[in-house]
């Protein structure tokens, strides 16, 4: 089993400094990918699920904690090491509008990792891994020449695809790869990932606040609430069923289109809180349902409330039962 | 209870510059009861945005042209309003939600001023007494009213957009068009926002027009839903015709495409291809290209709209033969 952990990561924060104190965008993320498989990271608008994707592959630096891929220690690596290491390790980002260079044709953009990592010895060879590239993600040759304002955002997303795969990476951040692009075009997107997944052995970590894509792309989920971790489990688990109050109310909240599928709402009060110097409590305590005096006095702990289920709360025997 | 609040008879609007024609919305019939709510459906570029904004009478000339149709309102035709007129019927009778509360605020006035604008635009009501009710406002779509002195900037999206609705409602209109209302919303706080907007619905008994991309907030809020593509209505009836009886290979598509949230699906069936250009439709049906039913027929002429059970129309050549009514021919 310990051999199949593609990424490990340990007790990882990343503080950003403010005039008003510290944000802390991830505060003590524990997890591990096995190879082959998909991690999906849930949460809403400012949870810090992409701080934490960008973090582990040090598009961030981290404040403390550690980053392990394929058993070596990468927390501390040296610019030289790094590009080394980006080879196995790239990201497809969510704006396919503002993620591509407006100057540079199809094939260039994708010919771009190619020659920064001297992968081809000649001109020849590099058109042919560029077509080879186009044809794997279905992009028609007949687009090579063209620049990304000329095609829509379902081509573009393939181009950000193209680009994560020129190197022949083992692990890929997904930071929201599909929010952008329409469901038809997104169903698309997502079984040319799916595929590539299966063909080439890829590992994901998927950060998405779609809980349907989640569900249908990985193996386990982590859920985050302002920077923590409230919830983590295989995929199949965590929809049996939810531990923590705040993934009830995410899953509850998600409007599904079956007529009747939702009898009433339960609504959580209020919004999210700033991550601003937070205070030694549960962090959803001021929106929780159940919250009670000892939640907003210390912070809780992730246990595993269920075998392999792993929940951080002071009351998940309780209000579920167990 | 069957008055007709709007009726949209054969509406086309294009865009037209130098270059080129964009068909953004082909001929489109709707009819909408009081009190009733419609969602209409469909992707990015489908003409959903340009219907909105032709029923308000807000498409920009030049380049936008309204090339047939009518919009009857009450009774009334819009599309022979003067501007004059229409000015007292937007966010009077007729109001809107924009999809982005961060641009649809003015940051340089505060949110109260905002409500208020809109009341003494349409009542003859002092300005410290249109501020009273603006607050009034506030406090019914769940903001303290004594936040009215603030600016936009120190609320976040959720709020904002509880403003825009409160500026949309200030003046009791008879229908609402809600344009994406909470597509930049989070999933917990759409679900506030769907709430207090069904609420107030029932409240003033207004009729609403919510156009969205997303199936789940339609099954959720609509009675009535019609799906757009490249322009025309492809499909149009009650929730339960579209969600129970669907029938057009388009909707069978948008269907197939959203993973579903209460089972593990292994794949997704997406529909193939892309969204024809709207500067270039092609002839017959618009979706004959993505169609995996397309026939040669499809290709070419104009599609029927066929009433396949009553107040269930398809626009789809794979039903001629079982259609009752049909029109457009």
Known sequence: MENDVILQVRNLKKYFKTPRGNLHAVDDINFSINRGETLGVVGESGCGKSTLGRTVIHLHERTSGE????????????KQQLKVLREDMQMIFQDPFSSLNPRMSVSQLIAEPLLIYKKCGSKGELATRVAQLMDTVGLASRLASFYPHELDGGRRQRIGVARALALNPQFIVCDEPVSALDVSIQAQIINLMQDLQEEMGLTYMFITHDMSVVRHVSNNILVMYLGSMVEFADSEEMFHQRLHPYTKALLAAVPIPVIGAKKERKLIKGEITSPINPGNECRFAKRCPYAKERCHQEIPQLVEAVPGHFVACHYVQEINQL | MEENILEIKDLTIHYVTDEETVEAVNGITLTLQKGESLGLVGETGAGKTTTALGIMRLIPDPPGRYISGEIIYKGEDLLKKSENEMRKIRGHEISMIFQDPM??????????????EVIQLHHKISAADALIRATEMMELVGIEGSRHT???HQFSGGMKQRIVIAI?????????????????LDVTIQEQVLDLIENLKKKFGTSMILITHDLGVVAEVCDKVAIIYGGEIVEYGTLEHIYNNTKHPYTIGLFGSIPNFNEKTRRLKPIYGLMPNPADLPDGCTFAERCPDAMECCRSGKIPNIEIEPGHFVRCRKYQSQGGETDGE
């Open chain 2, 103 to 116: 641009t649809a605020l003015n940051p340089v006035l505060t949110v109260g001023e905002q409500i208020a």
């Open chain 1, 67 to 78: 980053i392990y891929f394929n058993g070596k220690d990468i927390s501390d690596v040296t």
């Open chain 2, 150 to 152: 603030e600016y936009p």
């Open chain 2, 168 to 184: 949309a409602l200030a003046c009791d209109p008879s229908l609402l068009i809600a344009d994406e209302p909470t597509t930049a």
